[in-house]
């Protein structure tokens, strides 16, 4: 009877350690598998009246092992838990397979019966040790709870450890998420700094842009650009004003389309060298034909505007409308020949007289070849006639050539520039005024030099500015007794043109009036105009040359003028 009363008693106990054991893992729940080994010994030592408890457990990752001691005395025990812990895994290694057994005490004196049990199906999990001094144990209900506890120790570190596991590829995603924001907030940085620059670029390029275009529509020059072929992208309002097109309008055209045809081919041989890289810019004087039809005159300044992003264009821009000016210009240049044209009268109308004789000379020449030619016929003489006939023909060209130099110096034609042979011109006016020099007693040496450059120049106006020198310094010596010698030579320029040079043994100049020589209408002569040298001066440097006089040795006065060899371009 009171053995069952015992029994009941020892499993009643035994349940209410089972439920503990049970409640082991609610305990546990959440926590970390130290904290699951320390609470598991803990109630191991409390509930089975233990000397120690051992537990020693294999990290899953590093595998390396840990180990913790829980003693019912731990005042008494001077080992450390490595001391306890090597004593029990030399048992263990020694008797793997045995749960219980009586070993020496690693904790006290004398012996103590311990028994072990691996948590889990494998060993991977650890071992725990449970050692009592109590010569029964491990009775068969301590083997049974702790077989339970075991089972239970198993699934609340497998429990634990997946947790841990869990939290630690957590914390791993954590830290790489952390990682990535960190990325993607130094990426937006990044992006918002390059959108900030941008729209400052933008901001400035759009600022830029607005001021060029004010000072594009506001500015009094007319300004336009036009791509490579031409063809205008834009004009601003006085571009648009001076032509009388509006933008649009402007966009259908090219520059050389409103250009009048006598500046098209040097337009476009002068853009086709900007394009070329020959020229960074270029100036011309041209006309424009506007949408009404009149004609205005234009100075354009050209150049070409590249760079990175855009293809280059043509800017040109009108800085001044010089149809004005122009049309002065034009009105002084009639005004100027016409006066050339009556000075060339004038001075040809001083030689009525030696013209007269210079014709009558052929024509008297003729008069008579014609009688001898009348007798010639009477005898029938043939040959005779025949020689006659050709001297009358050589008489009669004579007189017509003479005609026809006197005509073209009367001619009032615009300039003509041509290419030509100084030296032919020279000879050309001596014959006109042969008469002249010989009627003075002049005379004539002339020194042309055969090394002569052809040069581009007016023909008429280089006879005029000859006979006028050539007049003058008859005219000059006429005033003197002593030798009148007239020297007319021609040789090269050192500035590869030519240099005429006219010199008289006449008064010479004098010093005061040496430098009013060229002004117009100067003149010491009772019937003169004052004009002749005024004008010479002005047809050389119209030619790009230069006209000055000096003194000669010993006396008399010397004109020289330079050419330079011109050209057919528009400059
Ligand atoms: P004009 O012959 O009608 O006087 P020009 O302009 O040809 O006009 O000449 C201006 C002046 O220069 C002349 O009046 C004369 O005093 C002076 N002059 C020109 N050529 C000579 C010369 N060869 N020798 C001396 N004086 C000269």
Partial sequence: MEQTADEIRRLKACINDLISV???????????????????LDVLLGMLDLDFVYAKLND?????????????????VRASTQEIGQVLNTWLRDNPHTSSLVVRNPVGDGDVSIASFRPGLLDSIGVVVAGSGRANFPTATERLLLGVAANQAAIGLQEARLLSEQRRVAEELDQRVAERTRQLIIVNEDLRRENTERRRAEEA?????????AVFDNSAAGIALANPSGRFLAGNLAYQKMLGYSEKELRELSFLDITHEDYRDANSELTTELLEGKRQYFEMEKRYRRKDGNLIWVRVHVSLVSGKQITPRFLLVIVDNI?????????????????????????????????????????????????????????????EVRNSVELMLDDAQRASEIITRIRSLVKKAPPQKDWLDINQTIREVIGLARNEI?????????????????????????QQVMLNLMMNAIEAMTQVTTPRELLISSGADDSKGVVVVVRDSGPGLDSKSHERLFEPFYTTKPQGMGMGLAICRSLIEA???????????PHGAVFQFTLPIGSVKVS
Avoid: Y
């Fill in 323 to 383: 149809t004005e000016l122009k049309r002065a210009e034009e009105g002084l240049r009639d005004a100027q020949m016409t006066l050339a044209h009556v000075t060339r009268v004038a001075t040809l109308g001083e030689m009525t007289a030696s013209i007269a004789h210079e014709i009558n000379q052929p024509l008297g020449a003729l008069v008579n070849n014609a009688n001898a030619c009348l007798g010639w016929l009477s005898t029938e003489n043939l040959e």
């Fill in 438 to 462: 010989q009627r003075n007693g002049v005379a004539l040496e002339t020194q042309l030099s055969d090394d002569m450059p052809l040069i581009f120049a007016d023909r008429i106006q280089l």
């Fill in 543 to 553: 030619h790009g040359g230069r006209l000055w006089a000096t003194t000669n040795a």
């Fill in 205 to 213: 390029l759009r600022e830029s842009e607005e001021r060029w275009r």
């Fill in 22 to 40: 049970l409640a082991l893992p609610a305990i546990w729940s959440g926590g970390e598998p130290s904290q699951v080994v320390s609470t598991l």
């Fill in 60 to 76: 899953p990752i590093s595998g390396a092992p840990s180990e913790i001691v829980r003693l019912a005395q731990p005042g008494n």
